[in-house]
């Protein structure tokens, strides 16, 4: 595996006034394409930048359909409408809270340009099954991977599949920029589509503009490049991401190990031997109850998330989706981090033994 540059003198290359990525920014996206084991990785500000600058890669656009899962965070959905697609909102596997190949293939219209799995928690997604069915009717794989940096989907890690994969590096995240995100491309036109995107469609390179008097603008961009403090925090990150997914996974198995004496909690699974855990959630009856007991209780949990398609904004879309109305009534994220110790996830547990106790009993 390749070493990423060194923070400190990669900042002192950085050229002031640039609006081209900084050294440090390469240096980020070169440590973290080693990391994967592919060709390239191109920085942007955000995970939702990252999905915007994808979808147009891929060259979605108005007319289009995107299949997508309504159980994300509402980023993945006005991405597609920003590059003014379509959401077609597509039921979930109840124990994994991701899509499956065959929910997926059942979505698929004349329409689809593109299908946008998320890596619920962590866990990969494993479209191989229909892969060759999508390709030959012109529809991309965009991955929304903002929970699964480091995750593997068989041998190789997310990312290394051969699909459009969009990362966040936001502050909760795996790894971290402090906010930031990170596209793997599929081939260097789409590469070049993206880096042009993010620097406002300015396409000379740094050294190009400084020893220049002029500069070419050749299509539509937006400022997502990320800075020089991002990445560098970024490349930190990176060099004790190992130690880091390590306690998450040891963390996530002392969750399962505490939750199962419960009666009526469901861990949901992230395939943990797999998957670098960014959540650890439940599925309890009373999820609001529960909720606001464990809030009382000094307990930080949360819900990840409300389907979309219940959401105002995107009503135009919606779609009965049954399984993903029970699981956004029955989901809650239980606090997890690196930082944790076991005695916090005891503290956790027996609060929640705690709350359902008092909310039997209402």
Known sequence: ??????????????????????????????????????????????????????????????????????MTFCATVQAILSVGATPRFIEINPATLCVDHQLVLEAVTAATAAVMPVLFGGRAVDLGPI??????????????????????????????????????????????????????PRTPQEADVIRRTRLLGVVPSQDERANTTNYRVEGFGLRYQLSALNAAI???????????????????????EALAPLDRVT??????????????????????????SLRGRD???GVHYPPNHLQPAFAAWHRCLPATERAGEEILSLPFHQHLTETDIDRVVNSLEQALTSVRGL
């Open 1 to 70: 595996m390749g070493q990423p540059t060194s923070t400190s003198s990669s900042v002192r290359t950085v050229r002031r006034g640039s609006s081209r990525p900084t050294h440090v920014s390469a240096a980020t996206e070169r440590g973290v394409a080693a990391f994967l084991g592919v060709d390239d990785a191109v920085a942007v500000t955000s995970g939702t930048a990252a999905l915007h600058t994808a979808l147009l890669a891929a060259k979605v656009g108005p007319g289009d359909e995107v299949i997508v899962p309504s």
């Open 131 to 184: 892969h060759s069915e999508l390709d030959e009717r012109g529809i991309a794989v965009i991955e929304d991977a903002a929970h699964a940096f480091g995750s593997s989907n068989g041998t190789r890690h997310v990312g290394a599949t051969g699909t459009l994969t969009c990362f966040s590096f936001g502050p909760v995240k795996n790894l971290t920029c402090g906010p930031g995100g990170m596209v793997i």
């Open 234 to 256: 970024g490349l930190v990150q990176l060099d004790g991401f190992q130690a880091a997914a390590h306690t998450r996974r040891h963390l996530w198995r002392t969750y399962r």
């Open 267 to 292: 861990l949901v699974d992230v395939d943990v031997d797999h998957a670098v855990p960014h959540l650890c959630q439940i599925r309890v009856p009373h999820r609001d109850e529960v909720f606001a």
């Open 299 to 301: 307990i930080g949990v």
